[in-house]
Protein backbone atom coordinates (compact mmCIF):
# COMPACT_ATOMS: atom_id res chain seq x y z
CA UNK A 1 0.00 0.00 0.00
CA UNK A 2 0.94 3.79 -0.65
CA UNK A 3 1.08 5.96 2.13
CA UNK A 4 0.55 10.11 1.65
CA UNK A 5 2.62 10.46 4.61
CA UNK A 6 4.75 8.35 7.82
CA UNK A 7 5.84 10.02 10.78
CA UNK A 8 8.97 7.61 11.85
CA UNK A 9 10.60 6.72 14.87
CA UNK A 10 8.06 8.61 17.35
CA UNK A 11 7.21 7.97 20.92
CA UNK A 12 3.23 7.18 20.35
CA UNK A 13 0.94 8.71 23.03
CA UNK A 14 -2.38 6.92 22.02
CA UNK A 15 -5.07 9.80 23.74
CA UNK A 16 -6.48 6.87 25.95
CA UNK A 17 -4.06 7.15 28.74
CA UNK A 18 -1.94 4.38 27.82
CA UNK A 19 2.16 4.54 27.93
CA UNK A 20 3.99 5.74 24.83
CA UNK A 21 5.53 3.51 22.96
CA UNK A 22 7.92 3.59 19.80
CA UNK A 23 6.05 2.99 15.80
CA UNK A 24 5.79 4.70 12.94
CA UNK A 25 2.28 6.23 11.61
CA UNK A 26 1.19 5.59 8.33
CA UNK A 27 -1.19 8.09 6.87
CA UNK A 28 -3.81 7.61 3.72
CA UNK A 29 -6.38 9.55 2.46
CA UNK A 30 -7.09 11.92 5.39
CA UNK A 31 -6.91 9.11 7.82
CA UNK A 32 -4.28 6.92 9.83
CA UNK A 33 -3.89 3.93 7.35
CA UNK A 34 -1.38 1.81 9.71
CA UNK A 35 0.51 2.03 12.99
CA UNK A 36 3.82 0.19 12.73
CA UNK A 37 7.44 -0.41 11.83
CA UNK A 38 6.63 0.73 8.56
CA UNK A 39 8.95 -0.28 5.96
CA UNK A 40 7.69 1.66 2.81
CA UNK A 41 8.67 5.13 1.79
CA UNK A 42 6.07 7.44 1.55
CA UNK A 43 5.73 10.54 -0.29
CA UNK A 44 6.50 12.91 2.95
CA UNK A 45 8.10 11.24 5.56
CA UNK A 46 8.84 12.81 9.13
CA UNK A 47 11.38 11.91 11.65
CA UNK A 48 10.45 12.30 14.90
CA UNK A 49 13.04 10.94 16.77
CA UNK A 50 12.85 12.25 20.22
CA UNK A 51 9.50 13.79 19.84
CA UNK A 52 6.47 12.90 21.00
CA UNK A 53 3.58 11.70 18.16
CA UNK A 54 -0.30 12.53 19.77
CA UNK A 55 -3.85 12.55 18.89
CA UNK A 56 -4.70 16.17 17.64
CA UNK A 57 -5.62 18.25 20.60
CA UNK A 58 -9.38 19.04 21.13
CA UNK A 59 -10.51 22.28 22.54
CA UNK A 60 -13.39 20.86 24.69
CA UNK A 61 -14.12 25.02 25.02
CA UNK A 62 -13.29 27.47 22.37
CA UNK A 63 -14.86 30.55 21.29
CA UNK A 64 -13.23 29.92 17.86
CA UNK A 65 -16.66 31.02 16.27
CA UNK A 66 -18.05 34.10 14.51
CA UNK A 67 -14.65 34.68 13.35
CA UNK A 68 -14.05 32.25 11.31
CA UNK A 69 -15.97 33.47 8.01
CA UNK A 70 -12.99 36.28 7.93
CA UNK A 71 -10.57 34.70 9.72
CA UNK A 72 -10.42 31.15 8.53
CA UNK A 73 -6.58 30.48 9.73
CA UNK A 74 -7.11 30.20 13.22
CA UNK A 75 -3.37 30.11 13.52
CA UNK A 76 -3.15 30.65 17.20
CA UNK A 77 -5.16 27.55 17.74
CA UNK A 78 -3.61 25.56 15.10
CA UNK A 79 0.11 26.59 16.43
CA UNK A 80 -1.30 24.84 20.22
CA UNK A 81 -1.16 21.80 18.44
CA UNK A 82 -4.87 22.37 18.61
CA UNK A 83 -6.97 20.50 15.47
CA UNK A 84 -10.79 20.28 16.72
CA UNK A 85 -12.39 22.93 18.41
CA UNK A 86 -16.15 23.21 20.34
CA UNK A 87 -17.29 26.33 19.70
CA UNK A 88 -20.53 28.20 20.64
CA UNK A 89 -19.64 28.27 24.32
CA UNK A 90 -21.09 30.27 26.93
CA UNK A 91 -24.20 31.10 25.69
CA UNK A 92 -23.11 32.36 22.54
CA UNK A 93 -23.29 31.06 19.32
CA UNK A 94 -23.58 32.94 15.56
CA UNK A 95 -26.82 31.11 15.12
CA UNK A 96 -29.86 30.88 15.18
CA UNK A 97 -30.13 34.77 14.41
CA UNK A 98 -33.73 36.59 14.29
CA UNK A 99 -34.69 39.76 12.17
CA UNK A 100 -35.48 40.67 15.73
CA UNK A 101 -32.05 41.61 16.87
CA UNK A 102 -30.42 41.11 13.87
CA UNK A 103 -29.74 44.92 12.93
CA UNK A 104 -28.26 44.94 16.72
CA UNK A 105 -26.61 42.13 16.72
CA UNK A 106 -24.96 43.55 12.84
CA UNK A 107 -23.83 46.65 14.77
CA UNK A 108 -22.05 45.19 17.36
CA UNK A 109 -20.82 42.98 15.53
CA UNK A 110 -19.37 46.02 13.56
CA UNK A 111 -18.35 47.48 16.47
CA UNK A 112 -15.82 44.16 17.57
CA UNK A 113 -13.95 43.95 14.12
CA UNK A 114 -11.13 45.82 13.12
CA UNK A 115 -11.11 48.25 10.53
CA UNK A 116 -12.01 47.69 6.95
CA UNK A 117 -12.92 44.22 7.84
CA UNK A 118 -16.84 43.26 8.15
CA UNK A 119 -19.03 40.25 8.14
CA UNK A 120 -22.64 40.78 7.02
CA UNK A 121 -24.80 38.48 9.26
CA UNK A 122 -26.95 37.14 6.59
CA UNK A 123 -28.05 33.78 7.40
CA UNK A 124 -30.71 32.95 10.25
CA UNK A 125 -31.05 29.15 10.86
CA UNK A 126 -28.18 27.13 12.35
CA UNK A 127 -28.16 24.86 9.32
CA UNK A 128 -27.65 27.68 7.42
CA UNK A 129 -24.54 28.94 9.31
CA UNK A 130 -22.94 25.81 9.33
CA UNK A 131 -23.28 25.47 5.32
CA UNK A 132 -21.38 29.22 5.05
CA UNK A 133 -18.84 28.14 6.94
CA UNK A 134 -18.43 24.68 5.59
CA UNK A 135 -18.22 26.86 1.65
CA UNK A 136 -14.87 28.65 3.27
CA UNK A 137 -12.56 25.81 5.02
CA UNK A 138 -10.92 26.25 7.93
CA UNK A 139 -7.52 25.72 10.03
CA UNK A 140 -9.04 23.49 12.44
CA UNK A 141 -12.21 21.15 12.42
CA UNK A 142 -15.12 22.97 13.64
CA UNK A 143 -17.77 21.54 16.14
CA UNK A 144 -20.67 24.00 17.16
CA UNK A 145 -23.28 23.88 20.04
CA UNK A 146 -25.80 25.66 20.29
CA UNK A 147 -26.24 29.08 22.81
CA UNK A 148 -29.05 29.40 24.78
CA UNK A 149 -28.43 33.00 24.71
CA UNK A 150 -28.72 33.09 20.45
CA UNK A 151 -31.68 31.25 20.69
CA UNK A 152 -33.31 33.29 23.36
CA UNK A 153 -32.76 36.34 21.90
CA UNK A 154 -34.22 34.96 18.02
CA UNK A 155 -37.11 33.65 20.21
CA UNK A 156 -37.59 37.36 22.03
CA UNK A 157 -34.99 39.57 21.73
CA UNK A 158 -32.89 40.72 24.38
CA UNK A 159 -35.42 41.81 27.34
CA UNK A 160 -34.92 41.53 30.93
CA UNK A 161 -38.10 38.29 31.92
CA UNK A 162 -39.04 35.26 31.32
CA UNK A 163 -40.44 33.79 27.60
CA UNK A 164 -43.98 33.92 27.62
CA UNK A 165 -45.52 30.14 26.53
CA UNK A 166 -45.34 30.76 22.84
CA UNK A 167 -41.70 32.24 23.01
CA UNK A 168 -40.52 29.07 24.51
CA UNK A 169 -42.09 26.88 22.12
CA UNK A 170 -40.46 28.99 19.73
CA UNK A 171 -36.98 28.52 21.78
CA UNK A 172 -37.83 24.74 21.79
CA UNK A 173 -38.59 24.57 18.21
CA UNK A 174 -34.82 26.29 17.73
CA UNK A 175 -32.98 24.04 19.53
CA UNK A 176 -34.55 21.25 18.10
CA UNK A 177 -34.01 22.40 14.66
CA UNK A 178 -30.18 22.89 15.73
CA UNK A 179 -29.46 19.24 16.74
CA UNK A 180 -30.98 17.89 13.41
CA UNK A 181 -28.34 20.30 11.56
CA UNK A 182 -25.80 18.18 14.08
CA UNK A 183 -25.59 20.89 16.89
CA UNK A 184 -23.37 18.69 19.74
CA UNK A 185 -25.39 20.44 22.54
CA UNK A 186 -26.75 23.44 24.55
CA UNK A 187 -24.34 26.06 26.03
CA UNK A 188 -25.53 28.42 28.87
CA UNK A 189 -23.43 31.60 29.84
CA UNK A 190 -25.64 32.72 32.82
CA UNK A 191 -23.58 35.66 34.10
CA UNK A 192 -24.30 36.82 30.42
CA UNK A 193 -27.77 39.08 29.21
CA UNK A 194 -29.92 37.16 27.82
CA UNK A 195 -28.67 34.55 29.89
CA UNK A 196 -28.62 36.22 32.82
CA UNK A 197 -32.89 36.73 32.91
CA UNK A 198 -33.30 32.47 32.30
CA UNK A 199 -34.82 30.57 35.63
CA UNK A 200 -33.46 27.01 35.96
CA UNK A 201 -36.96 25.72 34.28
CA UNK A 202 -36.41 27.77 31.25
CA UNK A 203 -32.97 25.88 30.99
CA UNK A 204 -34.43 22.39 31.48
CA UNK A 205 -37.02 22.54 28.97
CA UNK A 206 -34.36 23.16 26.38
CA UNK A 207 -31.85 20.63 27.72
CA UNK A 208 -34.26 17.92 27.49
CA UNK A 209 -34.74 18.84 23.60
CA UNK A 210 -31.32 18.20 23.66
CA UNK A 211 -30.82 15.34 25.15
CA UNK A 212 -33.45 13.94 22.81
CA UNK A 213 -31.18 13.97 20.34
CA UNK A 214 -27.89 13.21 21.90
CA UNK A 215 -26.66 16.25 23.08
CA UNK A 216 -25.03 18.02 26.34
CA UNK A 217 -25.52 20.62 28.75
CA UNK A 218 -22.18 22.97 28.86
CA UNK A 219 -22.72 25.59 30.80
CA UNK A 220 -21.13 28.84 32.10
CA UNK A 221 -22.32 29.39 35.48
CA UNK A 222 -24.66 31.21 37.06
CA UNK A 223 -21.34 32.83 39.45
CA UNK A 224 -18.12 31.15 40.07
CA UNK A 225 -16.75 33.39 43.12
CA UNK A 226 -19.68 33.79 45.94
CA UNK A 227 -22.34 32.00 44.49
CA UNK A 228 -20.23 29.47 43.10
CA UNK A 229 -21.47 26.13 45.18
CA UNK A 230 -25.43 27.25 44.32
CA UNK A 231 -24.41 27.75 40.82
CA UNK A 232 -22.70 24.07 40.49
CA UNK A 233 -25.97 23.00 42.06
CA UNK A 234 -28.38 24.53 39.21
CA UNK A 235 -26.07 23.13 36.53
CA UNK A 236 -26.48 19.57 38.21
CA UNK A 237 -30.09 19.67 38.57
CA UNK A 238 -30.35 20.65 35.08
CA UNK A 239 -28.70 17.62 34.55
CA UNK A 240 -30.62 15.19 36.81
CA UNK A 241 -33.89 16.91 35.55
CA UNK A 242 -33.07 16.84 32.04
CA UNK A 243 -31.19 13.66 31.91
CA UNK A 244 -28.56 15.46 30.02
CA UNK A 245 -24.83 15.06 30.80
CA UNK A 246 -23.36 17.76 32.02
CA UNK A 247 -20.01 20.07 31.41
CA UNK A 248 -18.99 22.37 33.55
CA UNK A 249 -17.37 25.17 31.12
CA UNK A 250 -13.66 26.58 32.28
CA UNK A 251 -14.23 25.38 36.26
CA UNK A 252 -12.40 28.03 38.68
CA UNK A 253 -12.56 28.97 42.15
CA UNK A 254 -13.18 33.00 41.64
CA UNK A 255 -12.85 34.71 44.75
CA UNK A 256 -9.88 34.85 47.49
CA UNK A 257 -12.27 34.17 50.29
CA UNK A 258 -13.30 30.59 48.41
CA UNK A 259 -9.38 29.48 47.95
CA UNK A 260 -9.30 25.89 48.60
CA UNK A 261 -13.06 25.21 47.65
CA UNK A 262 -11.95 23.05 44.69
CA UNK A 263 -11.69 20.16 47.29
CA UNK A 264 -15.21 20.83 47.75
CA UNK A 265 -16.37 20.62 43.80
CA UNK A 266 -14.52 18.09 42.87
CA UNK A 267 -16.39 16.06 45.65
CA UNK A 268 -19.57 17.47 44.55
CA UNK A 269 -19.10 16.05 40.90
CA UNK A 270 -17.77 12.62 42.22
CA UNK A 271 -21.18 12.68 44.69
CA UNK A 272 -23.00 13.84 41.44
CA UNK A 273 -21.54 10.83 39.71
CA UNK A 274 -22.40 8.73 42.33
CA UNK A 275 -25.95 8.95 41.72
CA UNK A 276 -25.55 8.71 37.89
CA UNK A 277 -25.20 12.04 36.57
CA UNK A 278 -22.65 12.24 33.87
CA UNK A 279 -20.57 15.23 34.75
CA UNK A 280 -17.56 16.56 33.61
CA UNK A 281 -15.67 19.74 33.91
CA UNK A 282 -12.75 21.28 31.91
CA UNK A 283 -10.27 24.16 32.66
CA UNK A 284 -8.25 26.71 31.29
CA UNK A 285 -4.06 26.51 33.22
CA UNK A 286 -4.37 30.38 34.84
CA UNK A 287 -5.47 32.43 37.55
CA UNK A 288 -7.54 35.00 35.43
CA UNK A 289 -10.35 35.11 33.38
CA UNK A 290 -11.17 37.05 30.50
CA UNK A 291 -14.58 38.41 29.10
CA UNK A 292 -16.31 41.75 27.89
CA UNK A 293 -15.79 45.08 29.77
CA UNK A 294 -19.81 44.93 29.95
CA UNK A 295 -19.82 42.54 32.33
CA UNK A 296 -18.98 45.20 35.15
CA UNK A 297 -22.03 46.57 34.53
CA UNK A 298 -25.28 44.82 37.13
CA UNK A 299 -27.72 42.79 34.71
CA UNK A 300 -30.61 45.01 34.54
CA UNK A 301 -28.32 47.75 32.77
CA UNK A 302 -27.95 45.06 30.14
CA UNK A 303 -32.21 45.17 29.63
CA UNK A 304 -33.17 45.01 26.00
CA UNK A 305 -29.42 44.26 24.51
CA UNK A 306 -26.58 46.31 23.93
CA UNK A 307 -27.66 49.74 22.41
CA UNK A 308 -29.78 49.81 25.31
CA UNK A 309 -27.31 49.45 27.69
CA UNK A 310 -25.18 52.18 26.03
CA UNK A 311 -28.49 54.56 26.33
CA UNK A 312 -28.51 54.15 30.10
CA UNK A 313 -24.90 54.55 30.68
CA UNK A 314 -25.55 57.96 29.28
CA UNK A 315 -27.94 58.80 31.82
CA UNK A 316 -26.60 60.26 35.00
CA UNK A 317 -29.44 59.20 37.06
CA UNK A 318 -29.23 55.35 35.74
CA UNK A 319 -25.45 55.48 36.18
CA UNK A 320 -25.43 56.37 39.89
CA UNK A 321 -27.86 53.82 39.81
CA UNK A 322 -25.46 51.07 38.50
CA UNK A 323 -22.55 52.67 40.32
CA UNK A 324 -24.70 52.12 43.40
CA UNK A 325 -25.32 48.53 42.72
CA UNK A 326 -21.77 47.86 42.00
CA UNK A 327 -20.63 49.18 45.57
CA UNK A 328 -23.62 47.29 47.18
CA UNK A 329 -23.91 43.97 45.16
CA UNK A 330 -26.77 42.46 44.28
CA UNK A 331 -28.22 39.11 44.85
CA UNK A 332 -27.41 36.27 42.73
CA UNK A 333 -25.15 38.31 40.59
CA UNK A 334 -21.69 37.92 39.67
CA UNK A 335 -20.09 41.39 40.65
CA UNK A 336 -16.54 41.22 39.99
CA UNK A 337 -15.43 44.96 40.65
CA UNK A 338 -16.84 44.48 44.08
CA UNK A 339 -15.34 41.13 44.39
CA UNK A 340 -12.09 41.01 43.13
CA UNK A 341 -11.62 45.09 43.12
CA UNK A 342 -10.57 47.38 40.79
CA UNK A 343 -6.77 46.38 41.07
CA UNK A 344 -7.57 43.17 39.53
CA UNK A 345 -9.35 44.48 36.29
CA UNK A 346 -7.38 45.02 33.42
CA UNK A 347 -8.82 46.58 30.01
CA UNK A 348 -7.13 44.64 27.57
CA UNK A 349 -8.87 45.58 24.26
CA UNK A 350 -10.17 48.51 22.39
CA UNK A 351 -11.69 49.70 19.16
CA UNK A 352 -10.47 53.22 19.39
CA UNK A 353 -7.09 54.76 18.59
CA UNK A 354 -7.39 57.05 21.54
CA UNK A 355 -7.82 54.71 23.97
CA UNK A 356 -4.78 52.57 22.34
CA UNK A 357 -2.65 52.99 25.93
CA UNK A 358 -5.10 52.06 28.15
CA UNK A 359 -4.80 48.61 27.17
CA UNK A 360 -2.57 46.75 29.43
CA UNK A 361 -4.03 49.00 32.69
CA UNK A 362 -6.08 48.04 35.64
CA UNK A 363 -9.20 50.07 36.14
CA UNK A 364 -7.60 52.05 39.05
CA UNK A 365 -4.48 53.02 36.73
CA UNK A 366 -7.07 54.09 34.06
CA UNK A 367 -8.63 56.47 36.01
CA UNK A 368 -5.36 58.15 37.34
CA UNK A 369 -4.38 58.25 33.76
CA UNK A 370 -7.86 59.63 32.56
CA UNK A 371 -7.68 62.01 35.68
CA UNK A 372 -11.19 60.70 36.14
CA UNK A 373 -13.10 61.24 39.20
CA UNK A 374 -13.09 57.68 40.36
CA UNK A 375 -12.81 54.20 38.88
CA UNK A 376 -16.71 54.10 38.32
CA UNK A 377 -16.19 57.12 36.12
CA UNK A 378 -13.62 55.75 34.39
CA UNK A 379 -15.44 52.18 33.54
CA UNK A 380 -18.38 53.80 32.27
CA UNK A 381 -16.76 56.27 29.76
CA UNK A 382 -14.58 53.95 28.51
CA UNK A 383 -17.76 51.53 27.85
CA UNK A 384 -19.55 54.64 26.03
CA UNK A 385 -16.24 55.30 23.63
CA UNK A 386 -15.77 51.74 22.78
CA UNK A 387 -19.61 51.32 22.72
CA UNK A 388 -19.13 48.48 24.79
CA UNK A 389 -16.71 46.76 22.93
CA UNK A 390 -13.94 46.37 25.05
CA UNK A 391 -12.39 43.69 26.97
CA UNK A 392 -11.05 42.57 30.11
CA UNK A 393 -8.77 40.46 31.89
CA UNK A 394 -9.55 39.90 35.67
CA UNK A 395 -7.38 37.94 38.00
CA UNK A 396 -9.50 35.91 40.94
CA UNK A 397 -7.37 32.34 41.36
CA UNK A 398 -5.31 30.16 43.22
CA UNK A 399 -3.12 28.13 41.62
CA UNK A 400 -3.26 25.32 43.98
CA UNK A 401 -7.18 25.04 42.88
CA UNK A 402 -6.01 25.05 39.42
CA UNK A 403 -3.73 22.00 39.90
CA UNK A 404 -6.29 20.23 42.34
CA UNK A 405 -8.80 20.56 39.12
CA UNK A 406 -6.04 19.56 36.93
CA UNK A 407 -5.17 16.74 38.39
CA UNK A 408 -8.62 14.93 38.55
CA UNK A 409 -9.83 12.70 36.09
CA UNK A 410 -13.15 14.42 35.49
CA UNK A 411 -11.02 17.47 34.02
CA UNK A 412 -10.17 18.10 31.05
CA UNK A 413 -8.71 21.08 28.63
CA UNK A 414 -9.73 24.13 27.25
CA UNK A 415 -8.86 27.19 26.07
CA UNK A 416 -12.49 29.86 26.31
CA UNK A 417 -10.22 31.47 23.29
CA UNK A 418 -11.55 33.17 20.18
CA UNK A 419 -9.22 33.14 16.88
CA UNK A 420 -6.33 35.41 16.75
CA UNK A 421 -2.98 35.45 15.15
CA UNK A 422 0.50 37.38 15.81
CA UNK A 423 0.56 40.15 13.04
CA UNK A 424 -2.37 41.53 10.53
CA UNK A 425 -6.01 43.12 11.33
CA UNK A 426 -6.60 39.98 13.96
CA UNK A 427 -3.24 41.15 16.17
CA UNK A 428 -5.28 43.19 18.02
CA UNK A 429 -5.02 44.15 22.41
CA UNK A 430 -3.76 42.19 24.58
CA UNK A 431 -5.66 39.26 24.62
CA UNK A 432 -5.66 36.61 27.38
CA UNK A 433 -2.40 34.56 26.71
CA UNK A 434 -4.62 31.48 27.01
CA UNK A 435 -5.04 32.61 23.52
CA UNK A 436 -1.77 31.40 22.61
CA UNK A 437 -0.52 29.50 25.26
CA UNK A 438 -3.36 27.16 27.32
CA UNK A 439 -2.03 23.35 25.56
CA UNK A 440 1.74 23.93 25.55
CA UNK A 441 1.50 25.91 29.07
CA UNK A 442 -0.03 22.69 30.12
CA UNK A 443 2.94 20.05 28.46
CA UNK A 444 5.73 22.40 29.24
CA UNK A 445 5.26 24.11 33.02
CA UNK A 446 2.68 21.08 34.13
CA UNK A 447 4.03 17.85 33.06
CA UNK A 448 7.51 18.68 32.26
CA UNK A 449 8.29 20.83 34.87
CA UNK A 450 6.06 20.76 38.04
CA UNK A 451 5.61 17.22 37.12
CA UNK A 452 1.29 17.74 38.25
CA UNK A 453 0.39 15.64 35.64
CA UNK A 454 2.22 13.14 32.87
CA UNK A 455 2.31 13.39 29.39
CA UNK A 456 0.24 10.53 29.04
CA UNK A 457 -2.66 11.90 31.23
CA UNK A 458 -2.31 15.47 29.62
CA UNK A 459 -2.79 14.20 26.58
CA UNK A 460 -5.84 11.94 27.46
CA UNK A 461 -7.33 15.64 28.77
CA UNK A 462 -6.93 16.66 25.40
CA UNK A 463 -7.98 14.34 23.21
CA UNK A 464 -9.94 10.76 23.45
CA UNK A 465 -11.42 12.50 26.65
CA UNK A 466 -12.90 15.15 24.86
CA UNK A 467 -13.65 13.50 21.95
CA UNK A 468 -15.73 11.22 24.11
CA UNK A 469 -17.67 14.31 25.96
CA UNK A 470 -18.67 15.35 22.49
CA UNK A 471 -19.31 12.07 20.63
CA UNK A 472 -16.57 12.73 18.10
CA UNK A 473 -15.49 9.20 18.30
CA UNK A 474 -13.85 9.40 14.85
CA UNK A 475 -10.83 11.68 16.30
CA UNK A 476 -8.78 11.84 19.60
CA UNK A 477 -7.32 8.35 19.22
CA UNK A 478 -4.19 7.30 17.48
CA UNK A 479 -5.43 4.14 15.93
CA UNK A 480 -6.06 3.25 12.05
CA UNK A 481 -9.37 3.93 10.67
CA UNK A 482 -9.12 7.51 12.70
CA UNK A 483 -8.85 10.68 11.25
CA UNK A 484 -5.53 11.68 10.70
CA UNK A 485 -5.32 14.62 13.53
CA UNK A 486 -2.40 14.27 14.72
CA UNK A 487 0.45 17.11 17.24
CA UNK A 488 3.97 16.30 17.44
CA UNK A 489 6.06 18.07 20.20
CA UNK A 490 9.14 17.97 21.78
CA UNK A 491 8.63 16.77 25.33
CA UNK A 492 12.47 18.64 25.94
CA UNK A 493 11.17 21.89 24.77
CA UNK A 494 7.49 22.43 24.66
CA UNK A 495 6.27 25.57 26.19
CA UNK A 496 4.07 28.81 26.26
CA UNK A 497 5.31 32.12 25.29
CA UNK A 498 2.39 34.55 25.35
CA UNK A 499 2.30 36.56 29.02
CA UNK A 500 -0.27 39.32 30.05
CA UNK A 501 1.69 41.93 28.90
CA UNK A 502 2.85 40.42 25.26
CA UNK A 503 0.54 37.36 24.93
CA UNK A 504 1.14 37.27 20.76
CA UNK A 505 3.62 34.83 20.57
CA UNK A 506 2.94 31.49 19.30
CA UNK A 507 4.56 28.81 21.44
CA UNK A 508 7.95 26.87 20.85
CA UNK A 509 8.00 22.99 20.38
CA UNK A 510 5.48 21.85 18.38
CA UNK A 511 7.21 21.53 15.19
CA UNK A 512 3.99 19.59 13.33
CA UNK A 513 0.54 19.76 13.31
CA UNK A 514 -1.70 17.41 10.65
CA UNK A 515 -5.23 18.15 10.28
CA UNK A 516 -7.30 15.56 8.17
CA UNK A 517 -4.27 14.09 6.83
CA UNK A 518 -2.44 17.42 5.47
CA UNK A 519 0.20 19.53 6.99
CA UNK A 520 -0.86 22.56 8.78
CA UNK A 521 2.00 23.04 11.09
CA UNK A 522 5.31 21.80 9.36
CA UNK A 523 8.47 22.41 10.94
CA UNK A 524 6.60 25.05 12.90
CA UNK A 525 4.90 27.41 10.66
CA UNK A 526 1.86 27.56 9.55
CA UNK A 527 1.28 26.00 5.81
CA UNK A 528 -1.75 28.27 5.14
CA UNK A 529 -3.44 24.78 5.12
CA UNK A 530 -7.55 25.28 5.97
CA UNK A 531 -7.86 21.24 5.66
CA UNK A 532 -9.91 21.99 8.64
CA UNK A 533 -14.07 21.01 8.23
CA UNK A 534 -17.03 21.70 10.21
CA UNK A 535 -18.18 19.04 12.08
CA UNK A 536 -21.88 17.90 12.13
CA UNK A 537 -22.78 15.44 15.11
CA UNK A 538 -24.34 12.62 13.15
CA UNK A 539 -28.21 11.38 14.49
CA UNK A 540 -29.46 7.72 13.78
ZN1 LIG B 1 -17.60 31.46 29.70
Given at each position: MSLDLVIRNGRII????NPWYYGDVGIKDGKIAVISHIKVKSAREIDAKGLIVAPGFID???????NTLIYRQMENIIH????TVMAGQCGS????????IREEAQRGSDAQLPEGISLELSWSSFDEYLKMEEKTGLGANTAHMVGHGAIRSAA????ARAPRKEELQIMRKLMKEAMLSGAYGLTT?????PGIYAKTDEIIELAKVATEYGGIYDSHIR?????LIAALNEAIEVGEKAGIPVQIS?????SSTLWGSSVETLRMFEDARGRGLDITVDQYPYKAGSTS?????????HDGGRDAALERLRDPKLRARMRGDIENGLDGWENFAKE????????????SEENK??????ITQIKEHRGAEDEYTAVFEVLLEEEGAAGMVIFYGDEEDVKRIMRHPLHMVGTDAGCCTV??????????PRHYGTYPKILG?????????TWEEAVRKMTSFPAQRFGI???GLLRP?????ITVFDPETVIDRAT?????NFPDGIPYVIVNGEMAVDDGKY?????GRTLRKSLY
Amino acid sequence: MSLDLVIRNGRIIDGAGNPWYYGDVGIKDGKIAVISHIKVKSAREIDAKGLIVAPGFIDAHSHGDFNTLIYRQMENIIHQGITTVMAGQCGSSPAPLSDLIREEAQRGSDAQLPEGISLELSWSSFDEYLKMEEKTGLGANTAHMVGHGAIRSAAMGNDARAPRKEELQIMRKLMKEAMLSGAYGLTTGLIYPPGIYAKTDEIIELAKVATEYGGIYDSHIRGEGKTLIAALNEAIEVGEKAGIPVQISHHKIASSTLWGSSVETLRMFEDARGRGLDITVDQYPYKAGSTSLMTLLPPWAHDGGRDAALERLRDPKLRARMRGDIENGLDGWENFAKELGWDNVYVTSVISEENKSIEGMNITQIKEHRGAEDEYTAVFEVLLEEEGAAGMVIFYGDEEDVKRIMRHPLHMVGTDAGCCTVEGPFCRGKPHPRHYGTYPKILGKYVREEKVLTWEEAVRKMTSFPAQRFGILDRGLLRPGMWADITVFDPETVIDRATYKDPHNFPDGIPYVIVNGEMAVDDGKYTGALAGRTLRKSLY
